[in-house]
């Protein structure tokens, strides 16, 4: 029985994904360093490594954390002066679920990041929590995000479904033990997502197939 879902935020509920590679291009691209869209999903979707290895090899890790510190700074100045876009459809998939199923956000943004996101959008009271990259030690694709998850829901994985758009957050939930469908974007839209309950494109064709598992 399906009780609840776990939505991801950058690219399953708003449309930010291109917005965050720009902010890492635009950092990376004075040092030498241009990174692809392939590098992106690489070392940032597939993975949680970022680039940071690509810089100076004697850089230590106060270093590097100055660097992300001036990457989230720039990344919080462009979601602040940008129109943030929710992903099409998703509002009318949420107004759809939330009387029906207990629905929480699971993250790895950082909180100042999503405040300013969600500031002028008007998705939050489809949820019952948010968790982001403070709520938890170790980020996805460790599966303690969704973990926390499950446990502020109070409902077993068996009864819950992880919506994603990422490798790392799809290696999350498995690894959690929640099935998981992803929801493909314009920079995952190549990708196969193996070990998926499903892929899908679109907003409709998700709310599809949660209707099925509502109905099964």
Known sequence: MLRAILWDNDGVLVDTERLFYEANRE???????????QHFFDWYLADNCGAWHLLDPQMDEAGMDAWRSER????????ASEHIPAIDGVGT????????LRMGVVTSSNREHFEI?????????HFEF?????????????????????????????????????????QAATAAGIRC???????????D???????VDTMPQLLAEIELLIAA
Do not use: M
Request: contains cysteine; proline residues 8%; glycine residues 8%.
């Open 193 to 199: 997502f193996p070990g998926a309950w499903r892929v």
């Open 93 to 100: 998939v949420l107004a759809s679920l939330s009387p029906r």
């Open 27 to 37: 950092l990376f691209l004075p040092l030498g360093l241009e990174l692809s869209e």
């Open 130 to 170: 948010v968790l982001t990259h403070e709520s938890y030690a170790t980020s996805k694709p460790s599966p303690e995000p969704y973990l926390l998850g499950l446990e502020r829901l109070g409902v077993q994985a068996g009864d819950c479904l992880v919506v994603e758009d990422s490798p790392r957050g799809l």
């Open 117 to 125: 996101i969600h500031h002028r959008l008007d998705l939050l009271p």
């Open 72 to 79: 989230n700074r720039r990344y919080a100045a462009t979601l």
């Open 181 to 191: 469908i992803i929801l493909r974007n314009a920079l995952t839209r190549g990708h």
